[in-house]
Structure formats: structure tokens, C-alpha cells
């Protein structure tokens, strides 16, 4: 192998490793985010009651729609990796040689 695709290789988990960091660090903002009351609503500091949760009885997706969509990308994935092994076997064989 040479220098240069060892470097690229490198560098190119280097820049994924990146990608992930920042995507992490531009959705850790959002995930520790609350509530904070507008000033002037009175001198009350005494914290409110806990918020009541409604769940949604009318739409979403239901599951075996979701279902459906997971093996669907499965199938879909697995379908490309079965593509691609194709057709980087007759490289492999002309990297190789024949062995006779």
C-alpha cells in the first residue's frame, strides 16, 4: 500500500471523527435545554408543579409502518453491499493474477 492511501485513509477517519464531534456538539445545546420563565411575572419563586404530558391519540406513524421502512432499508442495504462486493471481485482478481 502506498503512502498516499494510507494518508488518505487517515486523513478521511480523521475528518469523519470530526463530523461526529461537531454534530455532537451542535445537538448538546438542545438536549440539556429548559424552561426558563420571562422575567417580571411576579415575585413567585416558588418552582411550578410538574407539566401534565398528553400523549397524541390522532396520527404518527403507526408501527408496522415503521416496521416495514427498517426491513426495507435492510433489504436495501444489504442489496448495495451485495452490488459492490460484485463488482470489486474482478479487480481483486486482476490485482491478484492468476495463481497457475
Known amino acids: 500500500m ?3 492511501r494510507r494518508m488518505g485513509r487517515a486523513v478521511s477517519r480523521l475528518a469523519a471523527v470530526a463530523a461526529v464531534l461537531l454534530a455532537g456538539a451542535a445537538t448538546a445545546p ?3 435545554a429548559t424552561r426558563v420563565p420571562p422575567p417580571g411575572l411576579g415575585s413567585n419563586t ?3 408543579g410538574p407539566v401534565p404530558v398528553h400523549t397524541v391519540l390522532v396520527g404518527g406513524t403507526p ?3 415503521i416496521a416495514l421502512l427498517t426491513v426495507g432499508a435492510a433489504v436495501l442495504a444489504a442489496a448495495v453491499a451485495v452490488f459492490l462486493d460484485r463488482m470489486r471481485s474482478p479487480r ?3 490485482l491478484t493474477g492468476d495463481a497457475h
Open 92 to 94: 481483486r482478481a486482476q
Open 2 to 4: 502506498t503512502v498516499i
Open 30 to 32: 438542545a438536549a440539556f
Open 46 to 48: 416558588t418552582p411550578a
Open 63 to 65: 408501527g408496522w409502518q
